[in-house]
């Protein structure tokens, strides 16, 4: 029995970047075996076992045979008798398909892998088994596909695209390139599973540079098929007197990328990413301007979230971020009466923490068109200062007084509301109004 590092473990060590996880392959050796050690088995699909104390994965090296369309349609064979070279051969990009033997040795009973030699001496020591050239890649910062069996697997489609999110300085190899171009016109891609294509993109969000993500899924044609709701932005003027050198599918991509900077949650992310939907249809007789495509695109998120099954936290904050972020870049010239009726349709004293999401996401809106060191965004800060206005009412208090002057139902919560009100309205005559060279232009 011999045992390997492999994939994104010795990747990242390659890359002098920090190993969150560690996969190791197992060769020569049967599930009976593993679960003689006290292996745990997980999945169902995979012959991949928990490790009894480390709890990292171990699975059996494998081969794979595609017997129908899609993620699912393949047929899995492990064995003693598979190599090394027969289970890396199945993978998809080489700079993931990259091996380092392991020493192992006896823990409690039950064996235990461990790398001692440095990365930057695998090489050197004869440590690195790499027989698709992938830590030439690496240094050649290229995204390549193993072998023709990548085509078998649209999954792997997201998985490059997702990859170049994570490293902006790769690019995508013209060779893979062209065969996920095969791959889409070939109908791959019709047979993505709506959870599959949510968990790639939903990390895909989370990568350092969001937007290449969807700039390698647009190129290959498979955003028109994901998600087309986004692709129909590409060509969609900005207003006349608004960035013109740049449609909405740049602007939208540009404001992605702010989320990321910023440091911003998925929910926030998702919302960045469907708030200007509404602008792929926009209607002819009023462009250049985009009347009424906060509504628009609350409605086009709708099936674009059902569609994929996204989260709810992330969908009520991309509807709410769709419906109100016109108003929030206005909030400054809205009177105290208006900025209640704000904070009422956002819901935001009962959800307070999804009304600070949905200011972050109007500030990376605001800032994204202008870039990250462009000046701070005072409706964020102006609306905090609201809220907490409005949650410092005594609300006991005034119920209980108006009730004592025979007030009751919706009376009782007009007084409540207009004490709100008159609290707003002290809060924010109090609020140094900022300077116009601190003001980003509403986006309209």
């Known amino acids: 029995m011999q045992v390997y590092l492999v994939g994104g473990a010795v990747r990242d060590a390659l890359l002098g970047l920090p190993v969150q996880d560690r ?15 006290g292996f745990t088995p997980v999945g169902k699909d995979f012959p991949v076992f928990l490790h009894p104390h480390t709890h990292e994965e171990y699975a ?30 199945r993978r998809d990009i080489t700079i993931n398909s990259i091996a380092v033997y392991a020493d192992v040795s006896s823990v409690r009973g039950q064996f235990h892998a461990e790398v001692s030699t440095p990365p930057q001496d695998w090489q050197q020591a004869g440590l690195l088994i790499d027989p698709h050239g992938g830590a030439q890649d690496l240094a ?33 190899a013209p060779d893979t390139a062209a065969l996920m171009r095969h791959m ?34 647009r190129a290959c044609g498979a955003l028109a098929r994901l998600l087309p709701e986004l692709d129909r932005l590409w060509g969609v003027a900005q207003r006349a007197d608004y960035h013109p050198e740049i449609d909405t599918g740049v602007h939208v991509m540009m404001v992605l990328d702010m989320s990321a900077r910023l440091h911003a949650p998925l929910p926030v992310r998702f919302a960045c990413l469907g708030h200007d939907l509404g602008k792929g249809n926009t209607p002819a007789d009023i462009l250049p301007r985009h009347l009424g495509h906060e509504g628009r695109s609350a409605q086009l998120l709708k099936p674009l979230c059902d569609r994929l099954r996204v989260p709810l936290e992330c969908r009520a904050l991309a509807d709410l971020t769709a419906r109100e972020h016109s108003n ?56 905090l200062k609201v809220l907490t206005a409005a949650q410092q009412v005594d ?30 309205q002290v809060a924010t005559a109090t609020i140094a109004p900022p300077s116009a060279s601190s003001m980003l232009t509403p986006h309209v």
């Open 60 to 89: 059996l090296a494998r081969l794979e045979r595609k017997t129908a369309p899609g993620y699912h349609g393949f047929a899995i064979h492990t064995a003693p008798d598979v190599t090394l070279e027969e289970d890396l051969a």
């Open 184 to 217: 889409v016109a070939q109908g791959e891609a019709d047979h993505l599973v709506a959870e599959r294509v949510w968990q790639e993109l939903a990390k895909g969000l989370m990568e350092p540079q969001p937007s290449r993500m969807f700039a390698v899924l």
């Open 140 to 172: 050649a910062h290229l995204l390549r596909h193993v072998g023709p069996a990548f085509a078998e697997d649209p999954v792997r489609i997201l998985r490059v695209a997702r990859f170049a999110a994570r490293y902006p300085q790769f690019t995508v």
């Open 23 to 37: 996969d190791w392959v197992v060769v020569g050796a049967s599930p009976a075996d593993l679960l003689a050690q």
């Open 328 to 383: 929030v870049h206005r909030s400054l010239e809205l009177n105290a009466a208006a900025l209640m009726r704000l904070l009422e349709r956002c819901d935001a004293l009962r959800q307070p923490t999804r009304f600070a999401h949905l200011l972050l996401a109007c500030e990376c809106d605001a800032r994204g068109r202008l870039g990250f060191d462009a000046a701070a965004y005072p409706q964020r800060t102006h609306l």
């Open 395 to 424: 609300t006991n208090t005034i119920a209980t007084h108006a009730m004592a002057t025979g007030a009751s139902g919706i009376k009782v919560g007009d007084a409540i509301r207009t004490a709100r009100v008159a609290a707003v």
